[in-house]
Structures are given as C-alpha cells and as structure tokens.
C-alpha cells in the first residue's frame, strides 16, 4: 500500500513538471522564430523536452518517452543548424507537440495511460514527425551557403530577410534592456554575409551603438534600422559592400550619446560643405565615405539637381 501511494505521488510530481515543461514548448514554437535567435531560449526549449523525455522513461511511459525524443532531437538539429522557420514548419512542429500533450493529459484520465493506447496514440504520430524530420532536412539544406530555396531566392536573402523579421518583432514587443540586446546580436549575426568587408562591419557596430543608445527609441529606431540593414545587405549580396555606408538618419541616432569627435571617427571622413538659397549663406555638415562610390552615393541623397551640378563644377575647378 505504501509502494502504490508512493508511486501515485511520484507520478503527480511528474505530471506537473510536465505540464510545465509543456507550457516552454507550446511558447518556443508558437515564437520559433525569436526562439531560435535566443540562445537561452532556445536552450529551454531543448530541456524542456529532454525533461520530459527522461521522466517518461524512469516511469516506464514509452509512448511519452519515444514523442519526447523525437522533439528533443529536432529541436536539436535547429538549434545546430540555423534555418528559415515558415509556416508549414511551425505547423508540424505543433502537431508533433499536440501528440505529446495528449499523451500527458491521458495520464490523469480515470484509467490512467494504459500501454495500448499510448503505443496506438505513438503509430498515429510517426507519420507527423517523419514529414516534420524530412521537412527540416530540406530546410538545412537550402540554408547552406550556394544553396537555392524554391522560387529562386538567394539564401542569403533569405537569412536577412528572416533575421529581419525577427527585429521587427522585437521592436514591436516594446523597449527593454533584453530586447536591445537580442537587436543587438542579430546585428552580430548578420555580419555572416561579409565578415571581412570593413563598410558592412562599420555599418552593423553602428546600428548596434543606435541601438544601445538609450535616448533613442524603438519608435525612431526601428523604420531607421530595418531599412539601413535591408538596403545595406543587398548591396553586400550583390558583391558591392564598398557602397554600404551608413546614412545620416541613423548617424542622428548615435549623435546624442557620443561626442562628434568619436562620430567622425567611427564614420569615416567628414567635410563641409557651403551653399546659397535666397542670398543667404547657410552650411550643412554631412559625412562623407572614403570610397569613391560610397562618397558619390552621399551627396546624391544629400542634394538635389541643381546643387550637384554646382558641386561639380567646383570639383573640376580643383582638379584643374
């Protein structure tokens, strides 16, 4: 009598760490994207399956322990293998973990979890997580570098073009020290595109100084960062980094937390530069790179027609 009591309280203890292990997985799928550019999210995620897995196996619940390894292991190949999350992967993903909870709750039914239904209930879900394994592969196979995915998209674009995705999901959440620093890191982790290109460098320790920048908000920062990081990133994937350079609005979101002296340094080269409107002689400060494309790409969004034909001539005069 006190065996069985001792084993009902050991089972109540495993249900509800259960529950709770189940609630961190519904969360990290629900958000696979954030999760998995969250190493500490990511990181429970993988625990939470692998507690549940080994529980069911101290207790003899093999259905329980067999459902558990397969999520514990896919978790596992995402966690090793960053990859493009869709819906068709999110959907899979839930249904694979529909399976085990419903193995859990069987547990506080009246007759408990009796082997032949935890054994039919597992036969049910091999199908599920075979097109869930076979869906991954695919998956990490298009995320390596020189891989196409379907309808022709550049990896690449696709890995910014996802990472993208993940900051404005972060700006949105709302302003807080934990979503500065998972901007942060995703800025880190696009440096992947050009790691030896100095402009693209530049331009991500920039956008990460913006985003440290505690005068500046999410609301200013976000239109500011996506755009840079968007525009910039192509230039890198299309073998033209010595074009990226970094624009005056997010040169604005860094200018109220560094002296301009360190401005000018990180930035590159800076100049003035004179004009005339109505007889009155005002003055604009902008930043100018050291490359000349970058230099010319500047004053072209800087000043209008009329003002680059003056400029030119003034040029060809020096030059002279």
């Known amino acids: 009598m006190q065996a069985t009591e001792q084993q009902q309280q050991i089972l109540r203890f495993f249900i509800e760490e259960a529950k709770e292990h189940l609630d961190t997985i519904e969360q990290g799928i629900l958000h696979l994207e954030a999760t998995i550019a969250d190493n500490d999210a990511m990181n429970h995620l993988f625990r939470a399956a692998h507690s549940i897995k080994g529980g069911a196996a101290m207790l003899g619940f093999d259905s329980i322990h067999k459902t558990g390894h397969y999520l514990e292991d896919y978790f596992k190949l995402i966690k090793d293998h960053p990859l493009k999350v869709d819906r068709k992967l999110e959907d899979l993903f839930l249904k694979g973990f529909d399976a085990l909870k419903d193995l859990v709750e069987a547990l506080q039914g009246p007759y408990g979890l009796r082997p032949e239904d935890g054994d039919l209930a597992l036969q049910r879900s091999v199908p599920v997580f075979k ?30 073009q996802n990472i993208l995705k993940m900051m404005l999901k972060l700006f949105k959440q709302g302003d807080n020290p934990k979503s500065r620093q998972q901007l942060s890191m995703l800025c880190t982790k696009l440096a992947v595109l050009n790691k030896t290109s100095k402009p693209w460098i530049n331009l991500l320790q920039i956008c990460q100084r913006a985003i440290a920048n505690p005068k500046s908000s999410f609301a200013a920062l976000a239109p500011v960062i ?6 910039s990133s192509e230039l890198v994937i299309a073998g033209r980094s010595v074009e990226v350079f970094p624009s005056m609005a997010l040169q604005r979101l860094i200018a109220s937390s560094a002296p301009d002296s360190a401005i000018a340094q990180t930035l590159g080269r800076s100049t003035e530069l004179r004009e005339s409107s109505v007889g009155v002689a005002t003055r604009r400060q902008i930043t100018i790179p050291s490359d000349p494309k970058g230099a010319a790409r500047s004053l072209l969004d800087q000043f209008n027609k009329a003002e680059l034909i003056q400029i030119a001539e003034f040029l060809m005069k020096a030059i002279q």
């Open 131 to 160: 097109a869930l394994g076979d869906y991954l592969k695919i998956l990490i196979r298009a995320s390596r570098p020189g891989a196409r995915l379907p309808g022709n998209v550049n990896p690449a674009t696709a890995q910014v």
């Open 226 to 231: 996506i755009k840079e990081l968007k525009v």
